[in-house]
Structure formats: structure tokens, C-alpha cells
């Protein structure tokens, strides 16, 4: 879908579907990125609203299948083979019948993907910046309504944690902040019934309703916190925006279908930074995944360093300890080696982030902890220092592999090893770099009492942490691990994790599960650690998202992307940054540990293939643009025309069929002109225009459909008519442009 809503032209849209997709709030604008996708997704809903329309009124009985049958047969048209059609298993076969049985192929008893074909998904990274687009989208969403070119359709925002929700009430309530016209008004989805009553048509005055609830408490069951999805179909007219709301296999996931149901007579909207199903892939309307999401310079460099840290993989009691503390020691190194270039090159500057090292394990329960051994070897090297033959072992063989410069993943660019720094660490560094710590020492336990999620570590020879442990309960750990250690009780209201993004952070190591990442976002991470996590769809999953929430770069505050990008943008100045490019790259980039190197890179390489298949595309037919082909195109750099409205020459021909002129002509000529004033909302000075442009015809092109409704028209002519003429000031490359603000 993105190569096909690329094909269609910018300005082939009508005035009014695709204004002001920058601004969102007076410290905050919209990514080049996050604008295409919006860009995207907004041509794709006029093919499917506007031209595959056949001038029929959205509310029109056989309107909606008409569009999805005519949205269907454009895939075909541009390539799509493939069978996406569902099965009827019996666990889902009431259900869907009740829903899809018009759908149903009389040979094969399958039903169509015709009917679900009324979606479009946004794969984009995770910290790319979802929300914002979410919000963005819901807003246009709204002015669509309200200006009669789409539906009136409900919107539901659904995800699957309350701390997504969250962020979704901070955005939109920054958001509100500078669209005081029609700002958003959030409602849990059970007080559906009380809002309606209230507000039982579209009252922009008050703002826009926006419904939320948890995608993972919708059923077809009611119960405390349970929804059951049919008190609150609509008749299936909702637009519905999905935010990681992935539960199950997609064809089998009940929750997936209802999610469908309610949107079934309206649109789904996906956003995920981990898109498998290639259902879900062929209606991807913007690839801003992972491997995008880093050719494109917005997140860090990966590596996945050819060592293994395969000593855990074995059994505990068969576990041979120098290999598990040359492994451990390995990580340590590198964490230091990048310590010493953020404190030689930019830390005087200000620029940056202070390096951290990310553990994941599989397991923390104390009976068979992953953790645990990890944090055993960790000790000892903090309490006894690294013996000399080993740490010139595993630096050795570090600096074999890097100084063979390989690539790093999804780009051309090479590992450049900073001679000076890596030559010049000693061991000794790691007590400054790693242990915050002037030499080695017994460690101590600091705890805070109303916090049972974390524990820190400091030396008793420092006065600061230098390693955290956050995990579900650490309640079983004190018990059961960590008795005869000294236990700081610490009466600080902030807990270190909330703090850990923070410049005063002195956590150099973060250590937890599976489950830690959810939530969390930092650009600290400059090495990461997998130790016993799988290679199955789940695995996949976590390593995709966990390495997504590392991979963030802030070199200078609020500008996100490295720092050439940002200096080729004119974003950054460069006689100022500029001799730092080639001393960076350490802290542009996240090196890779793991149990298992080949299941990691399997994983990521996953995305290479996935990232070549969307710029090589097998849509035949299909008009893709230059910026899919891999090249940059040029665009203009406009301005307004200072000349008042009514000095100004009128603006591009607009088209319009013979009926719809004519309806359109008789209507003017006998509307008085407060009539047109309430119809339009448009100023005298424009309902002047709009009389001059009809008498004669001076602005019309006289062709195409039948729009089938005289009052939309009529405010689309209207707002064509106010258009500002474009005085050309430049040519820009719109790849590598950034926005101020952040994607948030």
C-alpha cells in the first residue's frame, strides 16, 4: 500500500484533506517521516472514500461494500496475488458468520479478504514517535468529519497496557494546547453510552470525542472490566486506531477479529513496530520499521559482536567460570571503551548521552536465574579486579573483530575502532567507567522500601550506584540471594529508574527480564545483552522491540538523528560539530551481546529482507516514487503571496463534473449570502470570490465524476478559492530534513 498511495499525486486531494500536517503544538512538530506517513495514509483513505466512492453519500446502503470490493480489485490491479483469505475455524466460525457472510467464496467456504481490506497499517520503530502520528491522524480524522468528506464515524483509540493510555492522554492534552478550535476530548469506551446521549451529534464546539479503552479487554463477553464488544459495535462505524494491540496469531486471534468488526463499516488503523503477518505487511501504508528507521538516521548503528556469550547456555553445575567472566568482562570492556569516548570527545560539550549497558535475561527466578549468574560474575570482577591474561584475552579478541571494520546491520557503513582510546584502556578502568569507583571493593545493596521492582549496586569503596536490577518482585532475590550483604536503606522519593535518562544518573549497568523493556524508552544504551532468549515468534518480538527502545540518539537536546544527518540538514552547524563525525560513532551505535549470536542476527536480518522487499517491490503496475526507488527528489520551498485576497490572482483550476457545475452554478446564484456564509463557514471576502469564479466560469475544469453532494462541494470549492498563491523560495531534500521538537 505505500508504493500504491505514493503513485497517486500530492496535489491530486482536494483542499482541506491534507493541511497543516506539521504542526503539533507550540514546542513540538511533526518529523519529515511522520508527516509522509500521514501523507500516505490520507491518499489512501481519499482512493477508498473519494474516488472509489462512485459519488455515492457515505451513508449509502451498498456504499461500503462497493468501496472495499473496488479498494480490493486496486491490489489485484497492482500485484497482489497472494490468497489472504480466512478460514472459518470452528472456534471463530459464529463469530464471523454473523459479520461475513456475504463474504464467503461458495468453493472454497473461505471468507474474503475483500472484507477486511478497509485497514491500513503504520509500521514504525519503536521510539519513532507513534503516538504523535496517532494523534496527528485522529486530528484530520476529525476535520474530515466535520467537513463531510468522510463518515461520521466514532473514533476508538485501543492498546493493550494503561501506561500506552497514558501516553496518549499526555500527547493529546499538548496537542490542545494550540488547537483550542477543536481540541480532543478523551472518554473511556464504557461511558459510550452516557457520551452519546449527551452529545448525540458531532459537536465540534465542545470538541472532538475520542473514545480509549484497553484492546485487551474487549470480548464477546461482559464481565467487571471485560467489554463485550457488541454493546458498542455502532453498526461497525467506528475508525478504529490500534497501537501494539497484537494478541495471537492474526487469523486466529479472536480479539484481532472483533478489532475488525467494529471498524468493519468504518476503518482500522495499525500502528506496530513489529509486523509479521503478511497480511499486515501488504496494507503497511508507511515502513518506518527498525532497519528504516536506521538507514534513515534517526536511530543508532547496530552491531552484533561475533562472540557468544555461550558459557550460559550451559547447565549450572557444568558451567565453566572463566569463559562466563570472559563473556561478562567482553561487555564490561566495550561499555568502558565507549565511557572513554563520550568523556575524552563531547562531554565538555554537553552533547550526547552517558553510556549504558542493557541486560535481558530469560529467567530471574532465583531457582534458575540467568541474572543471578550473570550478577555473580559481575561481582567478582567488581570485588577482585580482572586478572591480566584475561582481560588481554578478551580485549584481543575484541580488537580483532573491530579492527576488521564490519558492516554494521540495514546500512554500507563500516565499524571505524578508535585506536588512541581502545589502545589506551587499562583495567583500571573499569573501576572509573563501570563501578563509578576509584578501585575494586565489596558491594552493597540499596534499597528503597516502598519500591519492591528494583534494587541498586554500589561499591563500598564509591559513593555513588553503579548497576540497577528491575524486575517484577525483588522480594525472592533478598531472601533467597543476597543474604550476608550489607542492605542501604535509601528514603529518596524518585526511584533510580524513573531517573535513569536523566544527566545526574549514575547507573552505568541496567539489569531485568523479558518484561522490563515495555514502557521504556532512553537513547543511554550503547551495549546490549541477550542471554538465554529464544529464536521464536515471541523472541522475535522482544528483541525487535527491546533493541528498538536502545536504539535512540539525541546528539544535541530535542534533535533526534545522528549527527551528520543533522549537520547535512543544516540542523546542527557544522563549523561547530563537524570535527566530531568521525570521533562519535561509539556513541551512535549499540553493540550487540547474546546466548546466541545466530538466533540475534537471524532476527535482525530478518528486517534486511523485509527492508529489500519494500524497495524492490513486486507490485506491478504500481507507480513508485522516486523516494521508494532510493533517490531524492527536490521539492520546492514555498511561501505565501503577500497580496491581499482580493488583489490576488485566483488560484489552479479546479475540477468538477458537468452536473455538479451546473447544480453548483444555479445554487450560488440564488443563495443569499448569508446563506453561503452558514453553509460554509467562509468569510464575506470569500463568498465574493466564489460569486466571480461562477460568473463567468474563470476556475472550473469541466470533467470527471459526480461528487453527489452539493454542500461538501460547495466547501471544497470555497476552500480552493482561499488558497494562497506559492511564490518558490529554493529546493530542499526532504529525506534528511528534521522538524524542531521530537517525535516523543
Same mark, same amino acid.
Given at each position: 500500500?505505500?508504493?500504491?498511495?505514493?503513485?497517486?499525486?500530492?496535489?491530486?486531494?482536494?483542499?482541506?484533506?491534507?493541511?497543516?500536517?506539521?504542526?503539533?503544538?507550540?514546542?513540538?512538530?511533526?518529523?519529515?517521516?511522520?508527516?509522509?506517513?500521514?501523507?500516505?495514509?490520507?491518499?489512501? %483513505?481519499?482512493?477508498?472514500?473519494?474516488?472509489?466512492?462512485?459519488?455515492?453519500?457515505?451513508?449509502?446502503?451498498?456504499?461500503?461494500?462497493?468501496?472495499?470490493?473496488?479498494?480490493?480489485?486496486? =491490489?489485484?490491479?497492482?500485484?497482489?496475488?497472494?490468497?489472504?483469505?480466512?478460514?472459518?475455524?470452528?472456534?471463530?466460525?459464529?463469530?464471523?458468520?454473523?459479520?461475513?457472510?456475504?463474504?464467503?467464496?461458495?468453493?472454497?467456504?473461505?471468507?474474503?479478504?475483500?472484507?477486511? #481490506?478497509?485497514?491500513?497499517?503504520?509500521?514504525?520503530?519503536?521510539?519513532?514517535?507513534?503516538?504523535?502520528?496517532?494523534?496527528?491522524?485522529?486530528?484530520?480524522?476529525?476535520? %474530515?468529519?466535520?467537513?463531510?468528506?468522510?463518515?461520521?464515524?466514532?473514533?476508538?483509540?485501543?492498546?493493550?497496557?494503561? /501506561?500506552?493510555?497514558?501516553?496518549?492522554?499526555?500527547?493529546?492534552?499538548?496537542?490542545?494546547?494550540?488547537?483550542?478550535?477543536?481540541?480532543?476530548?478523551?472518554?473511556?469506551?464504557?461511558?459510550?453510552?452516557?457520551?452519546?446521549?449527551?452529545? +448525540?451529534?458531532?459537536?465540534?464546539?465542545?470538541? &472532538?470525542?475520542?473514545?480509549?479503552?484497553?484492546?485487551?479487554?474487549?470480548?464477546?463477553?461482559?464481565?467487571?472490566?471485560?467489554?463485550?464488544?457488541?454493546? =458498542?459495535?455502532?453498526?461497525?462505524?467506528?475508525?478504529?486506531?490500534?497501537?501494539?494491540?497484537?494478541?495471537?496469531?492474526?487469523?486466529?486471534?479472536?480479539?484481532?477479529?472483533?478489532?475488525?468488526?467494529?471498524?468493519?463499516?468504518?476503518?482500522?488503523?495499525?500502528?506496530?513496530?513489529?509486523?509479521?503477518?503478511?497480511?499486515?505487511?501488504?496494507?503497511?501504508?508507511?515502513?518506518?520499521?527498525?532497519?528504516?528507521?536506521?538507514?534513515?538516521?534517526?536511530?543508532?548503528?547496530?552491531?552484533?559482536?561475533?562472540?557468544?556469550? +555461550?558459557?550460559?547456555?550451559?547447565?549450572?553445575?557444568?558451567?565453566?567460570?572463566?569463559?562466563?567472566?570472559?563473556?561478562?568482562?567482553?561487555?564490561?570492556?566495550?561499555?568502558?571503551?565507549?565511557?572513554?569516548? =563520550?568523556?575524552?570527545?563531547?562531554?565538555?560539550?554537553?552533547?550526547?548521552?552517558?553510556?549504558?549497558?542493557?541486560?535481558?535475561?530469560?529467567?530471574?527466578?532465583?531457582?534458575?536465574? /540467568? %541474572?543471578?549468574?550473570?550478577?555473580?560474575? %559481575?561481582?567478582?570482577?567488581?570485588?577482585?579486579?580482572?586478572?591480566?591474561?584475561?582481560?588481554?584475552?578478551?580485549?584481543?579478541?575484541?580488537?580483532?573483530?573491530?579492527?576488521?571494520?564490519?558492516?554494521?546491520?540495514?546500512?554500507?557503513?563500516?565499524?571505524?575502532?578508535?585506536?588512541?582510546?581502545? /589502545?589506551?584502556?587499562?583495567?583500571?578502568?573499569?573501576?572509573?567507567?563501570?563501578?563509578? *569507583? +576509584?578501585?575494586?571493593?565489596?558491594?552493597?545493596?540499596?534499597?528503597?522500601?516502598?519500591?519492591?521492582?528494583?534494587?541498586?549496586?554500589?561499591?563500598?569503596?564509591?559513593?555513588?550506584?553503579?548497576?540497577?536490577?528491575?524486575?517484577?518482585?525483588?522480594?525472592?532475590?533478598?531472601?533467597?540471594?543476597?543474604?550476608?550483604?550489607?542492605?542501604?536503606?535509601?528514603?529518596?522519593?524518585?526511584?533510580?529508574?524513573?531517573?535513569?535518562?536523566?544527566?545526574?544518573?549514575?547507573?552505568?549497568?541496567?539489569?531485568?527480564?523479558?518484561?522490563? =523493556?515495555?514502557?521504556?524508552? +532512553?537513547?543511554?544504551?550503547?551495549?546490549?545483552?541477550?542471554?538465554?532468549?529464544?529464536?521464536?515468534?515471541?523472541?522475535?518480538?522482544?528483541?525487535?522491540?527491546?533493541?528498538?527502545?536502545?536504539?535512540?540518539?539525541?546528539?544535541?537536546?530535542?534533535?533526534?538523528?545522528?549527527?551528520?544527518?543533522?549537520?547535512?540538514?543544516?540542523? *546542527?552547524?557544522?563549523?561547530?560539530?563537524?570535527?566530531?563525525?568521525?570521533?562519535?560513532?561509539?556513541?551512535?551505535?549499540?553493540?550487540?551481546?547474546?546466548?546466541?549470536?545466530?538466533?540475534?542476527?537471524?532476527?535482525?536480518?530478518?528486517?534486511?529482507?523485509?527492508?529489500?522487499?519494500?524497495?524492490?517491490?513486486?507490485?506491478?503496475?504500481?507507480?513508485?516514487?522516486?523516494?521508494?526507488?532510493?533517490?531524492?527528489?527536490?521539492?520546492?520551498?514555498?511561501?505565501?503571496?503577500?497580496?491581499?485576497?482580493?488583489?490576488?490572482?485566483?488560484?489552479?483550476?479546479?475540477?468538477?463534473?458537468?452536473?455538479?457545475?451546473?447544480?453548483?452554478?444555479?445554487?450560488?446564484?440564488? *443563495?443569499?449570502?448569508?446563506?453561503?456564509?452558514?453553509?460554509? /463557514?467562509?468569510?464575506?471576502?470569500?463568498?465574493? &470570490?466564489?460569486?466571480?469564479?461562477?460568473?463567468?466560469?474563470?476556475?472550473?475544469?469541466?470533467?470527471?465524476?459526480?461528487?453527489?453532494?452539493?454542500?461538501?462541494?460547495?466547501?471544497?470549492?470555497?476552500?480552493?478559492?482561499?488558497?494562497?498563491?506559492?511564490?518558490?523560495?529554493?529546493?530542499?531534500?526532504?529525506?534528511?530534513? #528534521?522538524?524542531?521538537?521530537?517525535?516523543?
Amino acid at each position: 500500500m505505500q508504493y500504491m498511495a505514493e503513485g497517486i499525486p500530492d496535489g491530486r486531494l482536494p483542499q482541506g484533506w491534507m493541511d497543516d500536517l506539521s504542526h503539533f503544538s507550540p514546542t513540538k512538530s511533526l518529523f519529515d517521516y511522520q508527516q509522509r506517513a500521514l501523507q500516505n495514509a490520507l491518499k489512501a %483513505l481519499w482512493k477508498y472514500y473519494e474516488d472509489f466512492g462512485n459519488g455515492q453519500p457515505h451513508h449509502a446502503d451498498d456504499a461500503n461494500r462497493q468501496r472495499k470490493m473496488r479498494f480490493w480489485q486496486w =491490489y489485484c490491479d497492482n500485484g497482489l496475488s497472494e490468497d489472504f483469505s480466512i478460514e472459518l475455524k470452528p472456534a471463530l466460525a459464529d463469530l464471523l458468520l454473523n459479520y461475513y457472510a456475504d463474504y464467503i467464496h461458495a468453493q472454497t467456504g473461505k471468507i474474503s479478504y475483500e472484507a477486511f #481490506i478497509n485497514r491500513l497499517n503504520f509500521w514504525m520503530a519503536t521510539g519513532s514517535g507513534k503516538t504523535v502520528v496517532i494523534v496527528k491522524l485522529i486530528e484530520r480524522l476529525g476535520r %474530515l468529519i466535520q467537513a463531510g468528506e468522510v463518515p461520521p464515524c466514532d473514533i476508538l483509540f485501543l492498546t493493550h497496557r494503561n /501506561d500506552l493510555i497514558e501516553q496518549l492522554r499526555r500527547q493529546v492534552a499538548e496537542f490542545n494546547t494550540s488547537h483550542g478550535d477543536m481540541p480532543m476530548v478523551l472518554h473511556e469506551l464504557k461511558d459510550y453510552a452516557t457520551v452519546k446521549r449527551t452529545r +448525540s451529534s458531532l459537536s465540534w464546539e465542545q470538541g &472532538m470525542t475520542v473514545f480509549y479503552y484497553r484492546s485487551d479487554n474487549l470480548n464477546d463477553q461482559q464481565k467487571e472490566k471485560i467489554l463485550d464488544f457488541r454493546n =458498542y459495535d455502532n453498526d461497525g462505524k467506528w475508525f478504529v486506531l490500534l497501537d501494539e494491540a497484537h494478541k495471537g496469531d492474526r487469523e486466529d486471534s479472536k480479539r484481532q477479529h472483533i478489532y475488525s468488526i467494529l471498524s468493519r463499516n468504518g476503518f482500522l488503523f495499525n500502528f506496530s513496530a513489529t509486523f509479521t503477518d503478511p497480511r499486515d505487511i501488504a496494507t503497511t501504508v508507511c515502513n518506518f520499521n527498525l532497519a528504516e528507521y536506521i538507514r534513515r538516521g534517526y536511530g543508532k548503528h547496530l552491531l552484533v559482536v561475533q562472540p557468544e556469550l +555461550s558459557a550460559f547456555r550451559d547447565k549450572p553445575e557444568d558451567e565453566p567460570d572463566a569463559e562466563k567472566r570472559k563473556a561478562v568482562l567482553k561487555m564490561l570492556i566495550m561499555l568502558a571503551y565507549v565511557r572513554k569516548v =563520550y568523556a575524552r570527545t563531547v562531554q565538555p560539550a554537553s552533547l550526547y548521552h552517558r553510556p549504558l549497558l542493557l541486560l535481558l535475561v530469560n529467567s530471574v527466578n532465583p531457582r534458575d536465574a /540467568d %541474572l543471578e549468574r550473570f550478577f555473580r560474575e %559481575l561481582e567478582l570482577l567488581a570485588r577482585q579486579g580482572v586478572p591480566p591474561d584475561l582481560w588481554q584475552a578478551s580485549k584481543e579478541e575484541l580488537r580483532r573483530e573491530l579492527g576488521q571494520q564490519p558492516e554494521f546491520l540495514f546500512e554500507d557503513e563500516k565499524v571505524r575502532l578508535n585506536p588512541a582510546v581502545w /589502545d589506551s584502556l587499562l583495567p583500571e578502568d573499569l573501576c572509573q567507567c563501570v563501578f563509578n *569507583a +576509584s578501585r575494586h571493593g565489596e558491594i552493597e545493596v540499596l534499597l528503597r522500601p516502598s519500591n519492591r521492582q528494583e534494587m541498586a549496586f554500589k561499591l563500598k569503596t564509591a559513593d555513588r550506584p553503579f548497576a540497577l536490577i528491575r524486575i517484577g518482585d525483588i522480594s525472592a532475590w533478598l531472601k533467597e540471594k543476597l543474604t550476608g550483604y550489607e542492605i542501604v536503606e535509601r528514603f529518596d522519593h524518585e526511584s533510580l529508574f524513573a531517573g535513569l535518562n536523566g544527566d545526574a544518573s549514575d547507573i552505568n549497568i541496567l539489569l531485568g527480564s523479558r518484561s522490563f =523493556y515495555e514502557g521504556w524508552d +532512553s537513547n543511554r544504551p550503547n551495549v546490549i545483552g541477550y542471554i538465554n532468549i529464544g529464536i521464536g515468534p515471541d523472541a522475535r518480538k522482544f528483541i525487535l522491540q527491546s533493541v528498538g527502545r536502545g536504539v535512540r540518539v539525541e546528539p544535541i537536546k530535542n534533535k533526534r538523528q545522528r549527527l551528520l544527518p543533522l549537520c547535512n540538514a543544516n540542523d *546542527a552547524e557544522a563549523n561547530r560539530f563537524g570535527h566530531l563525525q568521525d570521533a562519535v560513532q561509539p556513541l551512535e551505535t549499540v553493540f550487540i551481546f547474546g546466548t546466541n549470536r545466530q538466533a540475534i542476527q537471524t532476527v535482525l536480518d530478518s528486517l534486511r529482507k523485509e527492508q529489500a522487499a519494500f524497495h524492490e517491490p513486486s507490485l506491478s503496475g504500481c507507480e513508485v516514487s522516486p523516494q521508494a526507488k532510493g533517490h531524492h527528489r527536490l521539492i520546492p520551498v514555498d511561501k505565501p503571496a503577500a497580496a491581499p485576497p482580493a488583489k490576488r490572482p485566483l488560484p489552479a483550476r479546479f475540477e468538477i463534473a458537468p452536473e455538479d457545475f451546473q447544480a453548483l452554478q444555479s445554487f450560488v446564484q440564488g *443563495a443569499d449570502d448569508r446563506v453561503l456564509l452558514a453553509l460554509t /463557514d467562509a468569510t464575506p471576502t470569500e463568498v465574493t &470570490m466564489l460569486r466571480q469564479a461562477l460568473k463567468p466560469n474563470r476556475v472550473f475544469t469541466i470533467q470527471g465524476g459526480p461528487s453527489g453532494d452539493l454542500r461538501r462541494l460547495l466547501r471544497r470549492v470555497v476552500a480552493h478559492l482561499g488558497l494562497l498563491p506559492e511564490e518558490e523560495r529554493g529546493l530542499r531534500q526532504p529525506e534528511n530534513e #528534521i522538524r524542531p521538537g521530537w517525535p516523543g
